[in-house]
Structure formats: structure tokens, C-alpha cells
């Protein structure tokens, strides 16, 4: 594989890292840094929990919590539904002792969703079996794990945290609608008073005065992307043709206008959005033919079409992802991931004081190139006339020099469902101002043209995309507390993964296959955590798809210094031939799919020395660190 990058990319990355850029010079694993200082810090692995249950890609570790009086580890395992519980007391043997099962108090749990320990008490988040109805926090003992109480919160109760005193959990409800968009919950924020878990008291926090004619709808930032597709138009489909352009056949074509976007689903494929060229009678004319992935070929496959007409409410429509709680405990900045947006909570008075739109990061720019394409067979970072929606997952709040800062994990994420899909590459997207683009950007194989984008860059409304943004920032961010941009990470997780893995960057977490995810989200950064050590404030952040953790020295946090990455992934074994398949356990090539990341000071760590934890979700498992 040809290794090429920018001539400023090579510069940053050797002025950020002293690292050859040859791709001689890569190993299987990364686990690099800059010569380590006195005051420096530095990971090394000394332990990991794998379970012989664990399944591949079956999330049988994703959110990890610690109780530093019974040095127990709780961990979310998806997979059975549970939540392990692992003895600490000995970080390079860690040993499972217990379980939770939410289904042994509730009849209709679904998924375990998240975990939060405080003051000897586990809680949490379980969404109803049907998805859509409201869930339930439950808290146990951490002792013993006894059961001690529930209470009913929101639609899909995604992620919870206590509050620095322990008095309250926080639960962001992410309210996503079910497959067809016919039911779309409302996103809301549940703040419980656990002083006595047995008699919970909870008070919700919505978004209803946002709505479009609410007492508060001018306060909604322009930005904040609403685009939910609550109320659509189902048609029936009665008959298609897979030719060169496809057409649907419909009972009732009369809501159907020329320059629509429709999402067609499949019975055997993936559903994806396709644009209305004509109409004649109840026939409608694609503009395409059916992308393969549809998988429309075949006569006995059934097609249910969706128009793109819906309109979601502002409290439907907004999905909190993510909670970090102001170290003082007085507010809460809440993700909106999908929506580009951070909703600002007064804890006491239980009101969104204000959201927040994040707005975009500028790709054109020198410190902000990327990898567009997944069939260019190459490293090739570097400048597009694209704008990135920072659209962060997990936040995390911390205080350095008396000024409280807010560290987001940049992802990105798209709504996929069979009711409504935005995504589509540039290629294959009608793009208003196409000067903007030049013909080499989409036809040559590094081009613009494999890069995925979104169908809500059409502002006016025309079927044609004004806007050029991609999911995600490939970075972590800090802003400070009154919502401004404080630093980014810029270009440098693919420029440093890329110097460490050569071939092998911008991999996907369930294949080796390298540079499969740079038309996406690249990296996709996904967890963070953030620690104070001797002194010095420090970030932590786990790429879910190239997998390891990144390390940075955010003491300083208008001007972030990477430190170390660290990978144990081995990059050469065969996992589609091999653990996909079933013949090897889902760990045999490493730690794959971090998810979440929990940093344990040397004062609450069971040796006195501080750790990092690392839950992987896609090979299911709990890897321990020492910090150095």
C-alpha cells in the first residue's frame, strides 16, 4: 500500500511526534509516545477481563464503573443483558464475583444501557423490551447487590451519572423513534433525588417550550439541526422495476412531487434514500438506479417506501446522548449528538437554561486535513472544501486553574432507519453549488466522492445539498463553560495513527482491512475521561473504530500537548476468517471497539496506584492500564 500525506500533515506530525512517517517503520501495535519527561505520565497494561460467554461484536462490555470501597468493577454487558461485576482487588487478575440482571425486578427490561457508582450504591439505566416506551433506573447495593430501589424515567434511558455529592443521578433519555418512524419519543433529561433509593423521587426535564410555537422557540439557535421524520408518508408499494433508473409502482402517487427524497427499505438489504425524477400516474420514477445494497434484484424482495415529509417536534426530535455534571455539582452540559447541539441544565431548578449549537469545523483549513476516501488504497490526509459537524458522544466536565472546561469526544452520527435514512456520499448527491467541487475531487479514486454526507445540507428545501458537512470532527474538543471553542485536536488523531499504523489506519473494529472507515468517520473518536496526576490535567480518548486510547497534557488547555498512544490490537490477525466465524474467542486480536474509559486516582486505586480503565464492546473486553 502507497503511504502519501500532505506536505503539512508531514510537518505536524513530525514536529507533534519525532516519528518516522515510513511505512517500514510500522508495527502491529502502537503503543508510542514523545521521550517521557519527569513530569510526564505514560500507560502500560497490566491486566484484562475476558469472559468465556463473550461473543463477537455482541457489546459484552461497554460503560464501566468503580467502587473504591469494595474495589469492585461494574461493567455494562449488553450481550446478557446484565451487568458484570469483577473483584479489583488485584488489577492484573481481575476475577468476576457477581451479577445484575434488571430482568430479575422488571418483567419488561430491556438492555442495560449504563452504569454510575457513588457512596456504596449502583444504578442503572434500563430501557423498556419495546424501545420506545418510557424505562427505569434501578439501584443496588455495591456491597452486596442488594436490590434497593427503581424509578421510571424517559424513553431509552441511554447513559446516567451521579452528581459529585451523590445526592441526584442524571439520566439523558435519548427518546429514538422505532424502525419506521411512526413513534418518536421525546428526548428529555431525568433528574432523581436518591437520598433514600427506596422512595426515589424523580423530576423531568424536557424540551417542549423549544417547540416550533413554544414560549421558548426563539431561543432555539438556528444550527441545532431538527430534522426528524415523525408523521412521514408511508406509500404502498405495489410493484418496482430494478432497472437504469429504478422505478416504484405506488397505490397512491399523489403526495409525491417531483425532487423528493423517500428512504426505500428492504426486505433483505439496507435502507437507503433515493430522489423522485418523474411521476406518471402512480409511477414513480427514481433518479438512480437501486444502489446494491438495497438489494432490490431479487422479485420476491418487498420494498416499503417512506417520503421524507415528516416533522418531528423540537422535543422529539432532540436525543440526549451523553451527561457531564459541573465539578460543582450546579449544572449539567448534555450532548445532542445527532442534532450538533450541548443543552445546558440547572440542576436545582430542574430548566435547559440554554442550548447550545456547535456549529462546524472548517476541513479547508491548514490543522484540520482528513482522509477521504476507503479506495484510494492509500494514507492521503489532507484539505477538502468540507465543513465537519463536531456531533459529540461522551462529554466529560473538569476544572483546571479555577475555570471549569467541557471535553467532548467528536464522533459524528447519522440517523439510519428503515423510515428515514440522511446519509449519502457526495458522489451521488445533487449539489447546488457544484463550483465549489472541482471535477478531480470526485472522479479520481482519493476524491471527495466516496465521503459520506448528509441530506439536511439541503437548507432551502430544493432536493439539492447548499451545504458540504460530513459526520463528526475526528477530534476531541474543550470549550469553556459559556459554550466557546477553546481547542481542538485538529488533524492529528489520523496524522499520528496513521505514522503508527501505516496501512492499517482508519480501520474498521470488526475486520482488518485498513483505511475502510476514512469515507466515514475516520477514527471516530468516542470515549473520553479526563484526570488530574501530579499536577497535571490530562485527556483520555478511546477511537472506537482504529481502537486505543489517545493521551494528551490539556493542562493548558488552549493549547493541548499529545502525550501517548496506546493500541494492543494486533492488526494482522485474521478476524473475518477467524472470529467472526466463531473459531477463535472475540479477544484473540486485541482490544477492539473502546467504549468507554474510567480513570481510578492512586487514592481510591487497591494498590495506590492510579489506573485507566477501558471497556471494549466489540471484544468484549475490560483491559486495565497503570498509570505511569
Not at 208 to 222: H, I, M, V, Y
Not at 447 to 474: K, P, V, W
Amino acid at each position: 500500500m502507497e503511504i502519501r500525506k500532505s506536505i503539512l500533515a508531514a510537518a505536524i506530525l513530525s514536529a507533534t511526534m519525532g516519528l518516522s512517517a515510513c511505512a517500514g517503520n510500522v508495527s502491529n501495535t502502537a503503543n508510542s509516545a514523545k521521550p517521557i519527561t519527569g513530569k510526564q505520565i505514560f500507560l502500560t497494561e497490566i491486566g484484562r477481563f475476558t469472559s468465556t460467554d463473550n461473543k463477537f461484536d455482541e457489546s459484552a462490555a461497554e460503560i464501566v464503573a468503580y467502587d473504591p470501597d469494595t474495589t469492585q468493577v461494574f461493567v455494562v454487558n449488553a450481550q446478557q443483558g446484565a451487568v458484570d461485576v469483577l473483584d479489583l482487588s488485584d488489577p492484573v487478575h481481575p476475577e468476576k464475583v457477581g451479577t445484575i440482571f434488571a430482568s430479575a425486578h422488571w418483567l419488561e427490561a430491556g438492555a442495560i444501557n449504563s452504569v454510575s457508582v457513588s457512596d456504596g450504591r449502583v444504578a442503572v439505566a434500563v430501557q423498556h423490551s419495546t424501545k420506545t416506551s418510557a424505562g427505569r433506573v434501578q439501584i443496588y447495593g455495591s456491597d452486596d447487590l442488594r436490590f434497593l430501589g427503581e424509578v421510571v424515567v424517559g424513553s431509552l434511558p441511554d447513559m446516567l451519572t451521579f452528581t459529585p455529592d451523590g445526592r441526584h443521578i442524571l439520566v439523558a433519555n435519548e427518546g429514538e423513534p422505532n424502525p419506521d418512524y411512526s413513534q418518536d419519543p421525546e428526548g428529555s433529561v431525568t433528574i432523581i433525588d436518591v437520598q433514600n433509593p427506596a422512595q426515589a423521587q424523580a423530576v423531568t426535564v424536557d424540551f417542549k417550550d423549544f417547540n416550533r410555537n413554544g414560549p421558548r422557540a426563539s431561543e432555539l439557535p438556528e444550527q441545532v439541526r431538527i430534522f426528524g421524520n415523525y408523521g412521514r408518508t408511508e406509500l404502498q408499494v405495489t410493484g418496482f422495476e430494478n432497472s437504469e433508473p429504478a422505478t416504484l409502482t405506488v397505490k397512491d402517487a399523489s403526495a409525491v412531487d417531483v425532487g423528493m427524497w423517500m428512504t426505500v427499505a428492504s426486505s433483505e438489504g439496507d435502507p437507503l434514500p433515493y430522489r423522485v425524477a418523474s411521476i406518471a400516474g402512480n409511477t414513480i420514477t427514481l433518479t438512480t438506479e437501486f444502489d446494491g445494497d438495497t438489494e432490490a434484484g431479487d422479485e420476491d424482495t418487498t420494498l416499503r417506501a417512506y417520503l421524507h415529509d415528516g416533522q418531528s417536534s423540537v422535543a422529539q426530535d432532540l436525543e440526549p446522548e451523553y451527561i457531564a455534571v459541573s465539578p460543582d455539582g450546579t449544572e449539567a452540559w448534555v450532548t445532542l449528538q445527532e442534532n450538533n447541539a450541548i443543552a445546558v441544565i440547572d440542576i436545582q431548578q430542574a430548566k435547559v437554561t440554554r442550548i447550545i449549537a456547535l456549529g462546524t469545523k472548517n476541513h479547508a483549513i491548514p490543522g484540520n486535513e482528513l482522509d477521504v476516501s476507503d479506495k484510494d488504497d492509500a494514507v492521503n490526509i489532507a484539505n477538502w472544501p468540507v465543513h465537519g459537524m463536531y456531533m459529540p458522544d461522551t462529554i466529560k466536565s473538569v476544572e483546571i486553574n479555577g475555570k471549569v472546561y467541557y471535553l467532548t469526544a467528536n464522533e459524528g452520527d447519522a440517523r439510519e432507519y428503515d423510515g428515514f435514512v440522511e446519509e449519502i456520499r457526495f458522489a451521488d448527491a445533487p449539489l447546488a453549488n457544484k463550483n465549489v467541487f472541482r471535477q478531480a475531487d470526485f472522479t479520481n479514486a482519493a476524491g471527495i466522492g466516496r465521503l459520506l454526507t448528509t441530506l439536511t445540507a439541503d437548507t432551502d428545501g430544493d432536493g439539492e445539498l447548499d451545504e458540504s458537512l460530513a459526520y463528526g470532527a475526528r477530534s476531541f474538543s474543550i470549550w469553556s463553560r459559556s459554550g466557546d471553542l477553546i481547542a481542538d485536536s485538529g488533524n492529528e488523531f489520523e496524522v499520528i495513527t496513521a505514522n503508527l499504523l501505516g496501512p492499517n489506519f482508519n480501520n474498521d473494529n470488526d475486520e482488518n482491512s485498513g483505511d475502510s472507515r476514512s469515507d466515514a468517520k475516520g477514527p471516530e473518536p468516542e470515549a473520553i475521561e479526563a484526570a488530574q496526576i501530579n499536577g497535571h490535567t490530562y485527556a483520555f480518548i478511546g477511537l472506537e473504530r482504529t481502537g486505543g486510547v489517545m493521551i494528551y497534557d490539556i493542562s493548558n488547555p488552549a493549547s493541548p500537548e499529545y502525550i501517548q498512544y496506546v493500541n494492543n490490537r494486533n492488526f494482522d490477525y485474521p478476524i473475518e476468517d477467524s472470529i467472526d466465524d466463531g473459531n477463535a474467542p472475540a479477544w484473540a486480536a486485541g482490544d477492539l471497539g473502546p467504549e468507554s474509559i474510567l480513570f481510578i486516582s492512586a487514592e481510591e486505586a487497591p494498590d495506590g496506584r492510579p489506573l485507566l480503565l477501558v471497556a471494549n464492546e466489540v471484544s468484549g473486553t475490560t483491559t486495565i492500564y497503570e498509570i505511569r
